[in-house]
């Protein structure tokens, strides 16, 4: 695969509510993917304890599922607890 072909996926998470709030596929458009990003970036900076945003570039959605289970399945939310262990 590419750069050209890697396809962009903004996640929302919210470590308050143990869950994945937003979802977004920009498809290539890595401009799009990262401008969005940066401007969620600093909607979200006054709460940046609890929301989390992630860009990851990856073949499919499917694949991001996978590599980062712990978003879709609500684990994330327990493992920064064992950050400093």
Known sequence: M????????LLV???NRAQL????????????????YARLERAHMKESDSIEIV???SDSLET???T???YFDGTVAVSKY????
Do not use: R
């Open 55 to 57: 860009l990851i570039g």
């Open 68 to 70: 980062h289970a712990n």
């Open 82 to 85: 064992f950050a400093g262990i």
């Open 2 to 9: 590419t750069a050209s072909q890697l396809k962009h996926f």
């Open 21 to 36: 709030i937003g979802l977004k596929e920009f498809g290539t458009d890595a401009k799009s993917a990262m401008a969005e």
């Open 13 to 15: 998470f919210d470590h």
């Open 64 to 66: 991001v599922k996978i």
